[in-house]
């Protein structure tokens, strides 16, 4: 059985052609995925921060599968301003489609990098999301860090929705605090569903970046690079959180798996009248 959005021209209604600071975007299971670099997507992010604000997603092969079977989903992702490849999944995808300089833009990797440039150029940061305790270990990190970083907003907000007049609370506080990157780390697909409801109430950058927040305080054990760089994080994940993991992996890696293969398989195959001109054709040239 397909995916509902992939393919479906709804899903692709007003969609970006393709993000901020990127050298080539592509659609994988009818999601965008932009090609970029760490120095690319945090230059991108520092521009939206000084402009007017914008959206920054930061794709795995969890949110590709989020977006392929829910078309509303799919619909905010592609309209984002930067959907970075944070699997390598996702990069060799990109590779294999034509983007052969695509990169892994990590989000527990980036979010140093944009706090680095924050620090220079004296732009306030935010963060909004986790727990408490991993809010106040991680912006005390970060902080010595980068001794200039100006943390202008921390919020870890109740495990559960919240009512509208807390909502307002919420971005009134973000309005008055002066943060101009928003970090926030609500898990997928939560997060990108937030980031886009507040998109025309916050003038900020907003990032997704789903488990950083805990990466970063050093609630949770990151996999070795080695197994990062081969593709098997999620392994490593579901090997420190089989309980809550297994069912996602279960669901969604084997289907990207066969469905992207096969989409990149039909996207390489020549076209018919494209096929290559014959040795008689090509006489006298």
Not at 194 to 212: D, F
Not at 278 to 284: A, D, L, V
């Amino acid at each position: 059985m397909e995916c509902d959005a992939c393919g479906s021209e709804e899903a692709s209604a007003k969609p970006r052609d393709a993000g901020l600071g990127a050298f080539g975007s592509r659609r994988i299971l009818g999601m965008r995925v932009d090609a970029t670099s760490y120095a690319r997507a945090a230059q991108a992010i520092a521009e939206m921060a000084q402009a007017h604000g914008g959206v920054t997603c930061v794709a795995t092969v969890h949110m590709v599968m989020e977006a392929c079977d829910d078309p509303s989903f799919q619909r905010i992702v592609n309209a984002a301003d930067l959907v970075t490849s944070d699997g390598m999944p996702l990069v060799w995808t990109l590779r294999a489609r034509g983007l052969a300089d695509a990169q892994r833009v990590y989000g527990p990797d980036l979010v140093p990098e944009v706090c680095a440039l924050a620090a220079a150029r004296g732009i306030p940061v935010g963060f909004y999301g986790g727990s408490p305790e991993v809010m106040a270990r991680m912006t005390e990190r970060l902080a010595a860090r980068f001794p200039g970083l100006r943390v202008a907003f921390a919020m870890a907000p109740p495990f559960r929705a919240l009512t509208p007049a807390e909502d307002e609370q919420v971005v009134a506080a973000i309005r008055e605090s002066g943060a101009r990157i928003l970090f926030v780390g609500l898990g997928c697909p939560k997060q990108e569903r937030w980031m886009a409801a507040h998109r025309e109430r916050l003038a900020c950058a907003q990032v997704g970046v789903g488990a950083a927040f805990d990466f970063l305080a050093g609630a949770k054990r990151q996999a070795p690079r080695l197994l990062q760089h081969a593709g098997l994080e999620w392994l490593f994940r579901l090997a420190s959180e089989p309980r809550r993991l297994w069912r996602r992996y279960a669901r969604h890696n084997p289907r990207f798996a066969w469905r992207a293969l096969a989409e990149t398989l039909r996207e390489r195959r020549p076209r018919r009248g494209s096929s290559a001109p014959s040795p008689s054709s090509m006489k006298g040239s």
